[in-house]
């Protein structure tokens, strides 16, 4: 939580003082971008956290499967403001992609066995602020992002054991730290960019616990 704030106070602190900048090198713009999203889940806790509960439930389990599935399709949206030629600020909405976890097992009672299943989907978004130090080089736009993204994470969990089922939706939210790297080409009041970034510790308020989410993304801003 603390590196959080300190990257929106820095943020803010870098803007204020490049207020002197010249109008010539100032400009709003707008921009998109899509690619991958990639959580950096612990499948090892998650199965173990599914033992645990099962065995909260007076049940055992003797065999079972899991798969997880950690890319998915991510975009975003931005827009933002150049301060002077090495430094911007960006207001953007992301979404992080998705997550789905299945398992599949045999449990017992201690009398008899009964087959149980698990499903969880998730998906992570929400709103970032960051600022961006760029070194221009003729048309070429190599910088690096520092920030915080406010994140809303939503869960879909089911449950099946035996003939019986149980389905829960539940939210959670966080303010973690945003960073990212990545290189431009400008043409005209076009920029193209690639860029990987990096939200740390997302969910942390949830029931799948802290992740990193990462991005590669292609995008595109145009300054008006």
Same mark, same amino acid.
């Given at each position: 939580?603390?590196?959080? @704030?300190?990257?929106?106070?820095?943020?803010?602190?870098? %803007?204020?003082?490049?207020?002197?900048?010249?109008? /010539?090198?100032?400009?709003? #713009?707008?921009?998109? &971008? %899509?690619?991958?999203?990639?959580i950096n889940s612990d499948?090892?806790?998650? &199965?173990q956290s599914l033992i645990?509960?099962?065995?909260?439930?007076?049940?055992?389990?003797?065999?079972?499967?899991?798969?997880?599935?950690?890319?998915?399709?991510?975009?975003?949206?931005? !827009?933002? #403001?150049?301060?002077?030629d090495y430094l911007a600020? $960006?207001?953007? #909405?992301?979404?992080?992609?998705?997550?789905? #976890?299945? %398992?599949?097992?045999?449990?017992?009672?201690?009398?008899?066995?009964?087959?149980?299943?698990?499903?969880?989907? %998730?998906?992570? =978004?929400?709103?970032?602020?960051?600022?961006?130090?760029?070194?221009?080089?003729?048309?070429?736009?190599?910088?690096?992002?520092?920030?915080?993204?406010?994140?809303?994470?939503?869960?879909?969990?089911?449950?099946?054991?035996?003939?019986?089922?149980?389905?829960?939706?539940?939210?959670?939210?966080? $303010?973690?730290?945003? @960073?990212?790297?990545?290189?431009?080409?400008?043409?005209?009041? @076009?920029?193209?960019? !690639?860029?990987? /970034? /990096?939200?740390?510790?997302?969910?942390?308020?949830?029931?799948?616990?802290?992740?990193?989410?990462? =991005?590669?993304?292609?995008?595109?801003?145009?300054?008006?």
């Amino acid at each position: 939580m603390m590196r959080t @704030w300190i990257a929106v106070a820095g943020t803010l602190a870098i %803007a204020m003082t490049s207020a002197a900048a010249t109008a /010539q090198d100032r400009g709003f #713009y707008w921009g998109f &971008d %899509a690619g991958q999203g990639s959580i950096n889940s612990d499948k090892r806790g998650l &199965d173990q956290s599914l033992i645990d509960g099962f065995a909260a439930a007076g049940l055992t389990v003797v065999s079972g499967t899991s798969d997880v599935s950690e890319d998915g399709f991510s975009w975003g949206l931005t !827009l933002g #403001y150049q301060v002077i030629d090495y430094l911007a600020i $960006e207001a953007s #909405y992301m979404d992080l992609g998705d997550f789905e #976890y299945r %398992a599949r097992g045999t449990a017992t009672d201690g009398v008899g066995l009964v087959d149980g299943s698990v499903a969880i989907d %998730a998906r992570g =978004r929400g709103p970032a602020l960051s600022a961006l130090a760029m070194l221009p080089v003729g048309n070429w736009l190599p910088y690096l992002r520092a920030g915080v993204i406010f994140a809303d994470a939503d869960y879909d969990a089911a449950v099946t054991i035996g003939t019986s089922s149980a389905s829960d939706d539940i939210s959670g939210s966080s $303010e973690n730290f945003l @960073w990212g790297v990545g290189l431009g080409y400008r043409a005209g009041q @076009w920029t193209t960019r !690639l860029e990987y /970034q /990096q939200a740390q510790d997302v969910g942390e308020n949830s029931i799948l616990g802290k992740a990193d989410v990462s =991005r590669i993304v292609l995008g595109a801003i145009y300054r008006f």
